[in-house]
């Protein structure tokens, strides 16, 4: 073999291994900006969820109308709490409580949504302890985003 064909081999090896190169450089850059894409266009989704439940959960507005006991002694309370705000919310507990004595019944509900502008009224029974052996009880309703409105009723 001469140095005229040692030198093609060396010249098209250069342009081979270039080429190789090049393409490596291209698919890896292609990959890496199609998964920041991916990363990015996920983290803004997530980004805006947690705005949206934010902005949701601070336009959230309930009041108690009433909470009363429907008797004497009281073994019933009634609680009614009435939507304030601009969009509609869903109150997922009711805490009846008495915090000297550690006395504490939790009232789940199921169908709590409250629609703007209107009320719902919650009966809650006595469960093992009659309400009326406590002179003062704190009453809050949670609801599933997270706030939290309290009172506290005379029995």
């Not at 990015?40 to 969820?49: G, K, P």
């Not at 199921?110 to 719902?120: A, L, N, T, V």
């Not at 302890?129 to 009172?151: C, E, K």
Request: a negative charge.
């Amino acid at each position: 073999m001469n140095l005229k064909q040692a030198r093609k081999r060396r010249a098209l090896a250069t342009v081979i291994t270039s080429a190789i190169m090049m393409t490596a450089v291209t698919v890896m850059g292609g990959a890496g900006v199609v998964w920041s894409q991916t990363s990015l266009n996920s983290q803004q989704v997530e980004m805006t969820n947690t705005a949206n439940d934010y902005l949701n959960k601070i336009n959230e507005s309930m009041m108690f109308e009433y909470v009363y006991c429907n008797s004497d002694p009281c073994d019933t309370i009634i609680v009614v709490i009435t939507n304030i705000g601009d969009m509609g919310l869903d109150v997922s507990k009711i805490t009846i409580s008495d915090t000297p004595s550690g006395f504490q019944q939790v009232h789940s509900l199921s169908k709590g949504q409250i629609m703007p502008d209107d009320s719902i009224s919650v009966v809650i029974d006595e469960d093992v302890i009659p309400f009326s052996l406590y002179d003062v009880l704190d009453v809050s309703a949670t609801t599933v985003r997270g706030n939290i409105i309290q009172t506290q009723m005379h029995t």
